[in-house]
């Protein structure tokens, strides 16, 4: 009978075989992976750069207007008046997160649930999983700051998935359902409230009812797993619905969303109870049809569409945390 324990390498024996030469494909996506990786350093490196340089233009800016004026007296005052800006400028933010926590809290309660589902995260690449992580971080955030914020979940959240949400600045105190959980285990005792949103479905959403959940498919696969959301929810025997936007505008691509888009635009649909203004507010112009732009085979579903840059999302995930 073979042995199942580990094998030992054998000193004596022969030369050492060398390890399986990677196939093209293999090869590809190592190169691939790299050079997003070598990308991402940079990327880090000029922002932190532009950082520096911003902060010390700032201060040069202030000891020339100080050194400008006349008398101590003078340059007292204009300390103060700093000072005081300062002040009422944190005062402000301060306002802001509370008032942000209590809408979030009040979610938590009466909010409209929606699930995003983390259990496709085996299916996706490291890059992938970074820019789901990102347009998490950004549905948070945009979450916050809405008035009417919905109760957000975050389930089946395992593994890597977990690890790198736990990285991010502030996310142990996020007002945020984190479940580890599938949903159908999270929500066992709701399974005829499920809908799972998904592209693919044959029925279009025409309103959002305040006792369903809905669920959006964590993913970031440029539609490479076409159908999957769709297939599982079928499985499940849950129900499915699409979002309504052939009614409104024409796609100049494909109707399949990214995470960030489909939770905002679900989100403006709280606030508005407007599907045609939520679309138009929400979906790039770039995906739309008779726009005269060119640029959609640059139309990456990896990027977070939506403004904001990536520091300030962190600043206002971070603002958003729990007392
Ligand atoms: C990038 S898509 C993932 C596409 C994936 N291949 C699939 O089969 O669902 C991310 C998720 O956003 C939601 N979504 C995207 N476009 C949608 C649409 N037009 N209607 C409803 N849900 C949509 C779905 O939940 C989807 O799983």
Not at 225 to 231: A, H, M, N, S, V
Not at 238 to 258: D, E, F, H
Request: one cysteine or more; proline letters at 4%; charged letters at 35%.
């Amino acid at each position: 009978m073979e042995s199942e324990s580990p094998q030992q390498p054998d000193h004596n024996a022969g030369p050492v075989e060398s390890p399986e030469p990677l196939s093209k494909n293999a090869r590809k996506k190592l190169l691939k992976q790299q050079r997003w990786e070598a990308k991402k350093a940079e990327k880090k490196a000029m922002i932190k750069e532009h950082k520096k340089r911003e902060a010390e233009r700032k201060k040069r800016e202030w000891e020339e207007k100080l050194g400008s004026l006349g008398s101590e007296e003078e340059r007292q005052k204009l300390i103060e008046s700093r000072k005081g800006l300062r002040k009422e400028r944190m005062e402000k933010r301060c306002e802001e997160k509370e008032s942000k926590l209590e809408r979030l809290n009040n979610a938590r309660v009466n909010g409209q649930n929606i699930v995003i589902d983390l259990e496709f995260s085996h299916l996706m690449n490291p890059a992938q999983l970074n820019s789901l992580v990102q347009q998490i971080m950004y549905c948070y955030a945009v979450n916050g700051r809405c008035p009417c914020p919905a109760h957000l979940w975050l389930t089946g959240c395992q593994g890597e998935m977990q690890s790198q949400l736990q990285r991010l600045p502030g996310y142990e105190k996020w007002v945020i359902n984190k479940e580890s959980r599938p949903y159908v285990e999270a929500f066992q005792h709701q399974k005829d409230n499920l809908v799972y949103l998904t592209a693919d479905s044959e029925t279009e959403l025409d309103d959002l009812d305040p006792k369903k959940v809905y669920i959006i498919g964590g993913m970031v696969d440029r539609n490479r797993w076409k159908g999957i959301t769709l297939k599982k929810a079928k499985d499940q025997g849950i129900q499915t619905a699409k979002l309504p936007i052939g009614n409104y505008l024409k796609m100049s691509s494909s109707q399949v969303l990214t995470v960030n888009q489909v939770v905002e635009i679900l989100l403006k649909y709280l606030e508005t109870g407007d599907w045609k203004a939520s679309f138009f507010q929400v979906i790039p112009q770039r995906k739309r049809c008779g726009t005269g732009s060119e640029d959609n085979e640059h139309d990456t579903e990896e990027e977070v569409d939506g403004e904001g840059d990536e520091l300030e999302m962190k600043r206002q995930c971070i603002e958003t945390q729990g007392p």
